[in-house]
């Protein structure tokens, strides 16, 4: 079969542009972004069950960012490939205490309106420093290269979070989430799309 220079030419583009948009394709989902199916309640009531999010790996992690992370690398027990999403409240160098219900860093009392009262007083009184036997830890500070992540949820059945099992490696974020399709409020959306600061 003879493939004149004209029919070649036609198929070496379109070939290119097909092989350049599947390579386009994969390096997004491989360095900008991927999706996650959230599961539990943990994070309730911002994030449902089943809720799906989209996570930007190249995102700044700030205080009060959704992330996911690498439950494998960084919770005792965990499954395979299997990813927990949990809310920054430490940057690497803050100080952080809960009292009252009120979280202050470095501090300063830290806005918790995207919990409810009964959310936040089940967060109890700690010091990082008090938490350090259980977490392995005796800093007073947020170590250099680490988090401190919250449940949004912080009640004793669905907060599993650093007071429980330490600091988030940063090497262990897979990144900032954000809600894609989602049946709540605006509000709620708002909650875990904008409060990072």
Same mark, same amino acid.
């Not at 009531?45 to 809720?51: A, E, G, S, T, Y």
């Not at 960012?65 to 919770?75: G, H, K, M, Y």
């Not at 499954?79 to 430490?90: D, E, L, N």
């Not at 350090?132 to 949004?152: M, T, W």
């Given at each position: 079969m003879v493939?004149?220079? !004209?029919?070649?030419? /036609?198929?070496?583009?379109? %070939?290119?542009?097909?092989? =350049?948009? =599947?390579?386009?394709?994969?390096l997004t989902f491989t360095y900008v972004l991927q999706f996650e199916? =959230?599961?539990?309640?943990?994070?309730?009531? #911002?994030?449902?069950?089943?809720?799906?999010?989209v996570v930007w790996r190249m995102a700044k992690v700030k205080r009060l960012?959704?992330?996911?992370?690498?439950?494998? &690398?960084?919770?005792p027990g965990s499954?395979? @490939?299997?990813? =927990?999403? !949990?809310?920054?409240?430490? *940057?690497?160098g803050d100080r952080i205490i809960s009292r #009252?219900?009120?979280? /202050?860093?470095?501090?300063?009392?830290?806005?918790q309106s995207f919990l409810s009262g009964d959310q936040r007083n089940q967060t109890g009184n700690w010091t990082l420093k008090?938490?350090?036997?259980?977490? %392995? &830890? &005796?800093?007073?500070?947020?170590?250099? %290269? !680490? /988090?401190?992540?919250?449940?949004?949820?912080?009640?004793?059945? @669905?907060?599993e979070d650093s007071r429980d099992w330490g600091y *988030?490696?940063? !090497?262990?974020v897979v990144g900032v989430a954000k809600l894609v399709f989602w049946d709540g409020t605006n509000e709620q959306r708002q909650r875990i799309n904008q409060l990072a600061n």
């Open positions: 493939i004149d220079m !004209k029919t070649f030419s /036609y198929l070496w583009r379109w %070939g290119g542009a097909v092989v =350049f948009a =599947f390579l386009m394709v994969f199916s =959230f599961q539990g309640a943990g994070m309730a009531p #911002n994030l449902k069950n089943r809720d799906t999010l960012s959704v992330i996911a992370l690498d439950a494998q &690398s960084e919770v499954k395979a @490939h299997s990813t =927990f999403v !949990k809310r920054v409240i430490g *940057v690497p #009252n219900g009120q979280i /202050y860093v470095n501090g300063k009392q830290l806005d008090s938490l350090g036997k259980q977490i %392995g &830890s &005796s800093s007073a500070v947020v170590p250099k %290269g !680490k /988090y401190f992540v919250l449940s949004d949820d912080r009640s004793t059945s @669905h907060a *988030v490696s940063a !090497k262990n």
